[in-house]
């Protein structure tokens, strides 16, 4: 698909954002050692790559989004950048096959693009951590049971409610920055005139 020279002007700026997000953001969360800031750091750049799909309502437009934050991902402080760069190639591509189910943006799509992103950053860690930096299973699942001993209280004997729990966390948190991406691209919509969808599903 061809997009207009206006059209990847305005993917590229979207892109660059969600890329600024992982830059200066991703590193302020991660030097702080926040827990979870792989979810929010998925949350905002979805946010930003939803409002972008306003601006160019057509397929692959997510993607290309996406794309651009990724390459701007290289010019993140630190030595491992291809976790991260997988990740928001992932996230970019979900969003993007959850927006094109839907015929127009709205608010439903975002809310499910957004948490369908936040939910990868919980599968992540067993694609990228085996594949790419060879951890083990066992370990990384310990690693997900430790976590949800220190969010929920959980012990490890409690598996099932620590995935629960955090599969719920993900999506609640991912459908709220859905909510809150179509909320400011209708008051984008209104301030800058633009010729943008009329809201659906809302």
């Given at each position: 698909?061809?997009?207009?020279?206006r059209e990847l002007v305005l993917m590229a700026v979207f892109g660059a954002l969600w890329g600024l997000v992982e830059i200066s953001l991703g590193s302020i969360i991660h030097a702080i050692n926040l827990?979870?800031?792989?979810?929010?750091?998925?949350?905002?750049?979805?946010?930003?790559?939803?409002?972008?799909?306003?601006?160019?309502?057509?397929?692959?437009?997510?993607?290309?989004?996406?794309?651009?934050?990724?390459?701007?991902?290289?010019?993140?402080?630190?030595?491992?950048?291809?976790?991260?760069?997988?990740?928001?190639?992932?996230?970019?591509?979900?969003?993007?096959?959850?927006?094109?189910?839907?015929?127009?943006?709205?608010?439903?799509?975002?809310?499910?693009?957004?948490?369908?992103?936040?939910?990868?950053?919980?599968?992540?860690?067993?694609?990228?951590?085996?594949?790419?930096?060879?951890?083990?299973?066992?370990?990384?699942?310990?690693?997900?049971?430790?976590?949800?001993?220190?969010?929920?209280?959980?012990?490890?004997?409690?598996?099932?409610?620590?995935?629960?729990?955090?599969?719920?966390?993900?999506?609640?948190?991912?459908?709220?920055?859905?909510?809150?991406?179509?909320?400011?691209?209708?008051?984008?919509?209104?301030?800058?005139?633009?010729?943008?969808?009329?809201?659906?599903?809302?």
């Amino acid at each position: 698909m061809k997009f207009t020279t206006r059209e990847l002007v305005l993917m590229a700026v979207f892109g660059a954002l969600w890329g600024l997000v992982e830059i200066s953001l991703g590193s302020i969360i991660h030097a702080i050692n926040l827990p979870l800031n792989g979810m929010l750091l998925s949350t905002i750049g979805v946010m930003v790559a939803s409002l972008g799909r306003l601006f160019v309502p057509r397929r692959g437009s997510t993607i290309f989004i996406g794309v651009i934050a990724m390459v701007l991902k290289l010019f993140s402080i630190g030595n491992i950048l291809m976790g991260p760069m997988v990740g928001i190639f992932s996230e970019a591509l979900i969003a993007e096959l959850i927006l094109d189910i839907f015929p127009n943006p709205s608010q439903t799509a975002f809310i499910f693009a957004c948490a369908g992103a936040a939910l990868w950053t919980v599968v992540q860690p067993f694609v990228t951590g085996v594949l790419l930096f060879g951890r083990n299973l066992l370990v990384i699942w310990l690693d997900l049971l430790d976590l949800g001993f220190r969010l929920f209280g959980l012990p490890a004997q409690a598996a099932l409610w620590i995935v629960v729990a955090m599969v719920a966390v993900h999506f609640v948190v991912g459908g709220v920055g859905g909510w809150m991406a179509w909320q400011l691209g209708k008051v984008l919509q209104i301030r800058l005139g633009a010729n943008l969808p009329e809201t659906v599903g809302s």
